[in-house]
């Protein structure tokens, strides 16, 4: 059984991977804290996720998430050639993608179209690059983080609780390591 994606996780190995292409300056959270937008940055966002499955007794879900590739506008043909080639680049480097999680199924790109923020950011050309991802969502249900279980009692009703203990039947009792 492989271990599910945290949230946490799946965003952190995203935004990593964003980090190691060669052209992107930064790769950040959308929307993040920032007000003013940085050219060459790629933002991404988890938009929702939906049923899939379940199997072997995790949910598995199907992610749909963008990256939003963001350069500077300078009117030309020349930054719309940049920002299109950039958007082909991502859309061949998304499709396949595990981020490094096994949790996750290869990445399936979907579709890149132009995106507008607001007409307060015109300064920029931004392209929307969506895709979409299966992976078990969660904790692991058999990952237990508390105390590990030292013995366990059995009972008959009504003769039960703490007045009953001597009543209860051990049906286990884990054996203590040597060096616990």
């Not at 060669?22 to 959270?29: G, T």
């Not at 929702?48 to 998430?65: I, M």
């Not at 300064?123 to 078990?136: C, E, P, R």
Request: glycine letters at 4%.
């Amino acid at each position: 059984m492989t271990k599910p994606v945290l949230m946490a996780d799946y965003h952190n190995a995203v935004l990593s991977a964003l980090r190691e292409i060669s052209w992107v300056k930064s790769a950040e959270i959308y929307p993040g804290n920032t007000t003013t937008l940085q050219p060459s940055t790629v933002y991404f966002s988890v938009e929702n996720w939906r049923y899939f499955a379940n199997a072997d007794n995790q949910l598995q879900v199907k992610f749909d998430a963008n990256l939003f590739i963001v350069m500077s506008h300078q009117n030309t043909a020349d930054s719309q050639i940049a920002i299109r080639t950039a958007a082909a680049e991502l859309s061949h480097w998304v499709e396949g993608q595990q981020f490094g999680l096994e949790a996750l199924d290869c990445a399936v790109f979907t579709q890149a179209g132009t995106y507008e923020f607001t007409p307060a950011q015109d300064d920029y050309v931004v392209w929307n690059i969506s895709f979409s991802q299966v992976g078990a969502l969660g904790t692991d249900p058999d990952e237990s983080t508390a105390a590990p279980i030292k013995d366990i009692l059995l009972g008959k009703a009504p003769d039960i609780g703490l007045l009953h203990r001597g009543d209860y039947q051990s049906i286990y009792q884990r054996k203590e390591a040597a060096d616990e």
